[in-house]
């Protein structure tokens, strides 16, 4: 679970998710992103704007767009389900799990 909240994680996020978002949504995103210091030395500095433009952009619907921000989610639910079904071993079955 703490997996989801690391910055590598929030920024391969939204790497998936920038197609499905509104030219307002890109705005608040490249807005948070481009306000973020240099961060934490465990990760680079483009990994670390990337995850806190993320953030701006859920903070951002949390506040305008509850809905929105329910269909955001849905989507990266469905993103991350994908990405462990494709890190399943081949010889493991989901029952096994």
Known sequence: ???HVR?????????FLWEYCTETERAIFRQGRNAAADGPKRVTAK??????GFEALLGYL???NPQRLQEIFQ????????EVENKRPATES????
């Open 1 to 3: 679970m703490v997996d």
């Open 7 to 15: 910055a590598e994680s929030q920024a391969r996020y939204m790497d």
């Open 47 to 52: 990994i670390y704007r990337q995850a806190t």
């Open 62 to 64: 949390y506040l305008t």
């Open 75 to 82: 989507l990266l639910a469905g993103h991350i389900r994908s």
């Open 94 to 97: 989901p029952s096994e799990m």
